[in-house]
């Protein structure tokens, strides 16, 4: 893969963003109104809520601290912890065990997510915290950080903190993880679109890199962005080979268990992270 066709990739990636975020209820809309209907509502969030016996009972109400806000006729009203259908139940419940409707009709909805975060972590432009959407997904998530840096590797790793957590939770052998290929969600695999919960930290790593050098047109370290790197895809990072070079004189250097091994290598071998990859000269 040469230069252009990285910065293809991330233009592609930027674009499949776009599509994937306005598709993707077209496939599985059954799956994301299900998301928003369970978010569980928690301090700082407003909410949206609708009476369709009284307009005054409509309105935004912002959860306090303590998971409660004030309704009217009823007054407080627990929110923390309950999901949007079940503080609905808990409304018409209490506005018609208190006399006020017989079969009293309220909906709520989120107006503004703030009791529950995701964690964007590594090479993306604008790492940080966002606050979680009822049905963010991974796309979602990449793309309020501003997308994937040229410098990030082919996988991203989500990992599944505890509701809560007050900061990024980086992976580990502990810790519970799931590894998106990058490349296929570029490729528009939606199954690697995976939904995202409080306290996710979505961690991309940086590329490990490859060094090319001798009679190649730009000799420099590239990043590995793909899985089962040839050698000829190597040396396209480079430019290809000068007219100097000899595509029969390659060899790689690389370090195996501590010490440097010289290896002469065919343009079908896979390369590893920290090889360089050196092109000699013609003989003749």
Known sequence: MDRNKLRKANTV??????V????IPLFAQASVDASVTDYRVGPQDVLTITSYDQADLSGKFTVETD???TYPLIGRVKAGGLTLRGLEESLKARLKDEGY???PQVTVSVETYKSQKVYVIGEVRMPGSYPLSGDMSLVEAIARAGSTLPSASGEVIVVHGTPGTTGPTLPSADANTERVDLLALQNGVIKQNIALKDGDTISVPKAESVYVTGQVKNPNAYALQQR???VLQALSLAGGVTDRGSMGRIKIMRIVNGDKKEIKVKLTDIVQPNDTIFVGDRLF
């Open 13 to 18: 990636f930027a674009a499949l963003v776009v």
């Open 20 to 23: 994937l975020w306005g598709t």
């Open 67 to 69: 998971g409660t806000f």
């Open 101 to 103: 409707f017989r079969n």
């Open 228 to 230: 089962n790197t040839t």
